[in-house]
């Protein structure tokens, strides 16, 4: 099973920027946490960083048949990119939305994400943590495709005995 991790505009300068917020840890730190995990649960994972809505676009659109599904932190485009949104519902992949911070309880216009409908799911307000739940919820979504996929082979087979 193969992850992408999407990290969009600044989050290469975590540690550096308001570390009020954000805290402490490098974006480097976090992903070898993911890796760690990834590592552990028979995961292959995959990083991407850049503060280019295009071409976050277009790693989206390159995890299709490339991926089984993404973790992203569009970070500010969260609240502004359509082209972001329209990314991941092309893809059609299980997507998962990190924020850091919690992005309910800050400015008005964080609190607005454009990604969310298109996503699985989303983890907000955990830290750096939150990428650790990703990790966990796409592994939970992976194996619960899986079940799906092989009660299906069942029925289908119980069909052809018939």
């Given at each position: 099973m193969k992850i992408v991790v999407i990290q969009g505009p600044n989050l290469n300068?975590?540690?550096?920027?308001?570390?009020q917020i954000y805290g402490p840890m490098k974006l480097e730190q976090i992903h070898a946490q993911m890796k760690e995990f990834a590592s552990q649960n028979s995961m292959e994972v995959e990083f991407f960083q850049s503060n280019l809505e295009g071409e976050i676009v277009d790693k989206i659109q390159e995890c299709y048949g490339d991926a089984d599904g993404i973790?992203?932190?569009?970070?500010a485009y969260t609240h502004t990119s359509i082209a972001i949104r329209d990314a991941i519902s092309a893809v059609n992949l299980p997507t998962i939305e990190v924020h850091i911070s919690n992005i309910h309880r800050r400015e008005e216009f964080r609190k607005d994400s454009m990604i969310a409908p298109v996503c699985t799911?989303?983890?907000v307000g955990f830290g750096p943590f939150g990428?650790?739940?990703a990790m966990v919820g796409m592994l939970q979504i992976m194996n619960e495709i899986k079940?799906?996929?092989e009660m299906q082979k069942q029925q289908q087979a119980g069909q052809s005995a018939k």
């Open positions: 300068m975590l540690g550096i920027r308001e570390q973790i992203i932190n569009a970070a799911s989303s983890v990428y650790h739940l079940a799906a996929q």
